[in-house]
């Protein structure tokens, strides 16, 4: 898992955030089963994609404040 830059979230367009935030979604429900398993071996994981997930979310806001 490779951490992504805002600036590289902002040269996205609205359609690939969406589906990102997707994507990152999947991820952190697949982290989440496989910590009740006891399968999870980077705990880290879980800061990254909730960060990621923030980073979207705020880049949609401030696109939609900017319009």
């Known amino acids: ?3 992504i830059k805002a600036n590289e979230f ?3 367009g609205a359609g690939e955030l969406d589906e ?3 994507s ?3 991820q ?9 398993t006891g399968q999870l071996d980077k705990p ?4 990254q994609l ?3 997930i923030a980073q979207i ?3 949609k806001r401030e696109s939609k404040n900017v319009k």
């Open 10 to 12: 902002r040269g996205l």
């Open 44 to 47: 880290h994981f879980f800061k």
């Open 24 to 26: 990152l979604q999947k």
């Open 50 to 52: 909730r960060r990621q």
């Open 1 to 3: 898992m490779s951490l």
């Open 20 to 22: 990102k935030k997707t």
């Open 57 to 59: 979310e705020t880049i």
């Open 28 to 36: 952190m429900h697949e982290l989440r089963q496989k910590k009740i």
